[in-house]
């Protein structure tokens, strides 16, 4: 009985000094884990990503009109009736080839016919006429063009006026050929304002392969403003601008969040030209650094670097 009693003594004993070892375990990791929520709860959680070096082009968007740059209406030397039509629409005709014939026999006299030469080399617009009407010289017959180059005529906004200039690049595209882009130049900017409109007529000059762009085609035109190779840029979002009209960034140094002063140059889409402040390879916090102070402990999550698995499909099927 002795013996016995004195095991389960034994065997109680044990059990106690385990679970008060167990609760001591339990109580160092408890603290260790508050200690390290505590560190955690002091950094301030922010999304950042890496400055790089970006091309960026600077693109004013308009909407315009091809037109051929010789576009000539031609009209009849004398008054009577279309004899003959000697050309179609879309017919190429050289300078001074006939394209109607007129008859112009008046009750009692008797005239030869009367030939309507083309005035240019080009291609047949439209014509006006059908044979056997009668004309006048104020009736016109035919439009003739030249689309051997072509222009684009596009009418810009007042307030953008001061932003193009003569021999700026344009960069053209028609629904008919969508994806391929034209390149043409400025060449003319009218030096009146249209009073009803308020805006400017502005004409780019541009080459016309295979005669591919037709008179009247409806064009999307983008003026490139100014254009940069390789420069430093960061996310829009980085960039904060105080009351005063200053511009900075909070860049990440060893955890923690540092401002500094930038200036800036074009903005492009989601990137803005970094000409000061900032260099290729800093990274600059884009989320949560309205709240930040110079100093401020960072808990810092990479978008350049971690990007969720849906951006990730995402990007790899638009590569296809």
Do not use: W
């Amino acid at each position: 009985m002795k013996k016995s009693t004195k095991r389960i003594l034994t065997a109680i004993l044990v059990i106690i000094a385990l679970l008060a070892g167990y609760r001591i375990v339990r109580l160092a990791v408890d603290r260790i884990a508050a200690s390290r929520t505590t560190e955690e709860s002091r950094k301030i959680p922010v999304k950042a990503a890496a400055a790089l070096r970006a091309d960026m082009r600077n693109t004013l968007k308009l909407t315009g009109d091809i037109i051929g740059t010789e576009v000539v209406t031609v009209f009849p030397p004398a008054p009577g009736k279309i004899e003959s039509i000697l050309i179609k629409e879309g017919n190429r005709v050289g300078r001074g080839a006939v394209i109607f014939k007129i008859n112009r026999d008046v009750v009692g006299m008797e005239y030869n016919l009367a030939v309507v030469e083309s005035p240019i080399t080009g291609h047949v617009g439209t014509i006006m006429v059908d044979r056997g009407m009668t004309v006048t010289t104020a009736t016109p017959l035919a439009q003739i063009v030249n689309m051997s180059s072509v222009e684009a005529v596009v009418r810009i906004m007042e307030e953008n006026i001061n932003r193009v200039d003569v021999g700026m690049a344009a960069l053209i595209s028609v629904e008919t050929f969508p994806g391929r882009v034209f390149r043409g130049r400025v060449y003319k900017k009218s030096a009146v304002l249209d009073q009803l409109s308020r805006t400017q007529e502005v004409r780019i000059r541009l080459d016309n392969p295979g005669l591919l762009l037709k008179h009247g085609m409806f064009a999307t035109i983008e003026l490139v403003l100014g254009s940069r190779t390789g420069v430093p840029a960061v996310p829009v979002d980085a960039v904060i601008t105080d009351l005063t009209g200053d511009t900075s960034v909070f860049v990440v140094e060893d955890g923690r969040a540092r401002k500094r002063v930038i200036r800036t140059g074009i903005t492009v889409g989601r990137l803005t030209e970094i000409i000061a402040g900032v260099r290729p390879g800093d990274i600059v916090v884009t989320l949560g650094q309205e709240t930040l102070s110079d100093g401020d402990e960072l808990l810092v999550y990479r978008e350049d670097v971690n990007p969720p698995p849906e951006a990730e499909r995402k990007t790899s099927g638009d590569n296809r």
